[in-house]
């Protein structure tokens, strides 16, 4: 065999590796967490670090689930307000945009996409906030004084503040999929439903969103796990002070990713701290996983199906 | 009118309003950073380092972190790049076409691609422990390396799919390896593509505070080693905001603006590239 075959063989066997370097990296960050964070599992049991809000690293106590119902208060503000959003520009951009106006408004997207978490932060304190304080919290914390409305936080720093600006942020990630899964029914189907006599928005709503539904619901759950991972953002909003189960959408509140960001300086110093916050970026390490694992394989069982 | 025509109405003004929600707030936040940074930015603040009491409001710049970004995000960059090409070549040129390897790892990839900057944060900060290492620019570079690896080679991978495999069969059959298929047929085809991944990836590099809170550190003095602590820019801009002085806040601003200018540019970048450099490739 020749030089240039060995070249061929030898590339193959290192690309090979890399691939297989690629399938474990996933293990290896699971299994790296795992090992920093089993001081902390192995000192108290993992129910009484799910499910007790009680925080107290200095005292020894690490009760997660008030931040973990915290990451879960933000990131459902976040759905709530971004799925509808999402789902009407995507189906606007998919069937009823001239192509024209597409090939502007996508590139724009993209672009804006690409902004700094931190950015959208600023963003977010300057604007948002300011709009939660003056606005928003009076009015409806004055009118409607009970469950999701009541409370006597004035800042402004809020779940509500967190949540707005972590749906500015995943809606372009959410449209650019849904729209994606739209475009690719194939055309046919579309005319079938016209020539029967259905109106556009017919078509849309019985044929294009039905046979999208799998997709759209990917596209959620993807829009999902990045909201709950989202960081540097909600940490410069949320207000980030505990205070046990949420009550209102107006009272701070402090989601895992900014309680791991924010204890990044102290950590070292309180016996079992750190493995704490390797345990918190562990579940949320977890949440991801298995969110992004259901809508992967989703959208890959239809890209499949199709070709 | 027919009850269908208004129900068609009704949601065709909540698709447009959605749109200009949508396309308003993203409008909204340039032109936010835009007015606030705008009236601080200077050449002083892109070329001097902070100096004593920046951050309570005394003079200097900007230049440690800007450096410190731009230096880790091409590390971070060229790390990715040499493991999410072989990989691509591996998946397009060697692999069968249906191959359950080649979709599992690209499950993976994807997979990888949702897991948050700040859990890459943490994983490179247990790393560093591991290894011995300090906060150091080099622990973020291998921090962010790993946070864009499966962007880039995702991106990567579309290209080399929209590749025909007539070219490569072409190749093939004149006697070459599929390595040297690899570099000098196909990796030429899709060299404005790759390159257009490779920036993209950078962008997300440099414009992520959350993996290297951690492992980069922050510092003001220029980057002069890869074994001690770096700042960055998104760090820069998070930690003027979080000072109680508006002239600090209000620097804050800029260099928010300096890190949207930056990350603009390497898009229309990347964009540029994709349209102005089809000239070597084949139709």
Redesign the interface.
């Known amino acids: 065999m020749d030089i ?2 060995w ?2 063989l030898l ?2 066997r ?3 590796l ?2 297989v ?3 474990s ?2 293990f ?2 699971a299994w ?2 795992y ?2 964070a089993s001081p902390v599992l192995a000192a108290g049991s993992w129910q009484a670090i799910l499910f007790s809000s009680d925080w107290h690293p200095s005292q020894g106590r690490f009760g997660l689930a008030g931040f973990i119902t915290g990451t879960l208060w933000v990131t459902g503000l976040a759905v709530v307000v971004a799925v ?3 789902l ?2 995507a ?3 998919a069937e ?1 945009c001239p192509v024209r106006l597409r090939d502007v ?1 996508k ?6 996409a ?10 977010g ?3 948002v906030v300011p709009l939660v304080r003056d606005h928003l919290m009076p009015f409806f914390s004055g009118r409607f004084p009970f469950f999701p409305f009541a409370s006597d936080n004035y800042t402004g720093f809020s779940a509500l503040a967190g949540g707005l600006v972590l749906a ?1 942020m995943v ?2 990630f959410m ?1 650019s999929l849904m729209e994606e899964v739209m475009r690719g029914i194939p055309f046919g189907v579309r005319e079938s439903s016209l020539a029967l006599g259905a ?4 078509t849309t709503k019985k044929v294009i969103l039905k046979k999208a539904a799998p997709g759209i619901v990917a596209a959620v759950i ?1 829009g999902l ?2 909201a ?5 953002a909600v940490l ?1 909003v949320a207000g980030c002070a505990l205070q046990g189960f949420p009550r209102s959408i107006f009272d701070t509140t402090y989601p895992l ?1 900014a309680l ?2 924010n204890t ?1 300086g102290e950590m070292m110093s309180v016996p079992l701290y750190d493995a704490a ?2 345990l918190a ?1 562990l579940i ?2 977890i949440i ?2 298995v ?3 259901a ?3 989703i959208l ?1 069982h239809l890209e499949r199906r199709e070709t | 009118m027919d009850k269908r025509k208004v129900e068609e109405y009704i949601f065709k003004v909540l698709m447009l309003g959605a749109v200009l929600i949508v396309i308003g707030s993203l409008v909204f936040i340039l032109a936010t950073i835009l007015v606030k940074g705008l009236p601080t930015l200077s050449w002083e603040m892109i070329t001097k380092t902070p100096q004593g009491g920046y951050y309570m409001g005394k003079g200097g710049g900007i230049l440690n972190a800007l450096l410190g970004s731009l230096l880790l995000g091409i590390g971070a960059t060229i790390l990715a790049a040499a493991v999410a090409l072989p990989i691509v070549f591996y998946l397009n040129l060697y692999l069968r076409r249906r191959s359950r390897f080649a979709l599992a790892v690209r499950f993976f990839l994807d997979v990888l691609w949702g897991i948050p900057s700040v859990v890459y944060g943490a994983f490179g900060f247990t790393l560093m422990i591991f290894f011995g290492l300090q906060a150091s620019l080099l622990a973020g570079m291998i921090t962010v390396a790993l946070l864009v690896l499966p962007i880039m080679a995702r991106g990567m991978d579309e290209v080399l799919k929209m590749v025909t495999f007539e070219l490569q069969e072409a190749s093939l059959a004149l006697g070459a390896t599929r390595l040297e298929t690899a570099g000098k047929v196909i990796f030429r085809q899709a060299f404005p593509g790759i390159l257009t991944a490779v920036l993209m990836a950078f962008g997300r590099g440099m414009s992520d505070a959350a993996a290297v809170l951690f492992t980069a550190g922050f510092t003001d003095s220029l980057p002069y080693s890869l074994f001690k602590p770096v700042a960055t820019l998104p760090l820069a801009v998070f930690f003027q905001l979080g000072t109680p002085f508006p002239e600090v806040q209000s620097r804050g601003y800029a260099a928010a603006l300096i890190l949207t200018a930056i990350v603009f540019s390497l898009s229309i970048l990347a964009r540029l590239i994709t349209r102005g450099m089809n000239k070597h490739v084949i139709k």
Not at chain 1, 107 to 112: A, D, Q, R, T
Not at chain 1, 114 to 123: L, T
Not at chain 1, 228 to 232: A, C, D, K, L
């Open positions: 240039r075959h070249k061929d590339a193959r290192l690309m090979f890399l691939c370097f690629v399938l990296l996933l290896c960050i790296g967490l090992h920093k509808p959003l999402s009407l520009t189906i606007f951009l009823y408004i590139p724009v997207m993209e672009l804006l690409g902004i700094s978490p931190v950015v959208y932060g600023v963003w304190v300057l604007v500015v809606t372009p449209i109106t556009s928005w017919q993807l796990s990045r709950i991972g989202e960081t540097m410069m990713p791991i960001a990044y916050i390797m970026a949320l390490l991801t996983v969110f992004n694992m809508a992967w394989g890959l």
